[in-house]
T-cell receptor, first 116, second 114 residues
Framework: DTAVSQTPKYLVTQMGNDKSIKCEQN?????MYWYKQDSKKFLKIMFS???????INETVPNRFSPKSPDKAHLNLHINSLELGDSAVYFC???????????????FGPGTRLTVT | DQQVKQNSPSLSVQEGRISILNCDYT??????FLWYKKYPAEGPTFLIS?????DKNEDGRFTVFLNKSAKHLSLHIVPSQPGDSAVYFC?????????????FGKGTKLSVKP
């Protein structure tokens, strides 16, 4: 059973399009994250979200928006895609509340987005 | 401004020997540190972590050392195996107010030669 899954694994699209990447975790975690790994291989936090709070990295353009239909899912919507959005996007989860706190984050396999 | 630095982009070690990966940080608010291992085309995999109240944590062949005064941590792998060849990321977090967001270093590519 995959703990954190993402779809699609690869996404090729043209500038100006709107696209979504889905993320699901079956670990029972309460907090989910989106990270971006750019061409320089830096992994940078974009969003963190639990049922109480969304924290947005101030450098993330508002064309990017997370949507959470329930605790197990955090999807990433991207509007008006630009060439610079090409990167690998990783979803992750952890458990920061409740009787068992798991600080470590568990990552999905990544989605390679290519904007042409 | 890089808050977490891994100054060695690559490291090559002979099988059976010790691998030492280093990481420095600048933010004194960090209170939890983690090491992740990443294979190509896969997501980072959690390896080992350490709280700022400790100076050492060991898990099998992997040991992480934390020197808070020097703002430095290291990952020791003994003995190194060819399957350990991967990119290793150091990460840090200041949980209060950050919801556990991790700040990553740029990674060190470890090659273990048979």
């Amino acid at each position: 059973d995959t703990a954190v899954s993402q779809t699609p694994k690869y996404l090729v699209t043209q500038m100006g399009n709107d696209k979504s990447i889905k993320c699901e975790q079956n670990l029972g975690h309460d907090t989910m994250y989106w990270y971006k790994q750019d061409s320089k291989k830096f992994l940078k936090i974009m969003f963190s979200y639990n049922n109480k709070e969304l924290i947005i990295n101030e450098t993330v353009p508002n064309r990017f928006s997370p949507k959470s239909p329930d605790k197990a899912h955090l999807n990433l919507h991207i509007n008006s895609l630009e060439l610079g959005d090409s990167a690998v996007y990783f979803c992750a989860s952890s458990s920061l509340a409740g009787s068992v706190i798991i600080y470590e984050q568990y990552f999905g396999p990544g989605t390679r987005l290519t904007v042409t | 401004d890089q808050q977490v630095k891994q100054n060695s982009p690559s490291l090559s070690v002979q099988e059976g020997r010790i691998s030492i990966l280093n990481c420095d940080y600048t933010n004194s608010m960090f209170d939890y540190f983690l090491w992740y291992k990443k294979y190509p085309a896969e997501g980072p995999t959690f390896l080992i972590s350490i709280s700022s109240i400790k100076d050492k944590n060991e898990d099998g062949r992997f040991t992480v050392f934390l020197n808070k005064s020097a703002k430095h941590l290291s990952l020791h792998i003994v003995p190194s195996q060819p399957g350990d060849s991967a990119v290793y990321f150091c990460a840090a977090s200041a949980y209060k107010g950050s919801q556990g967001n991790l700040i990553f270093g740029k990674g060190t590519k470890l090659s273990v030669k048979p």
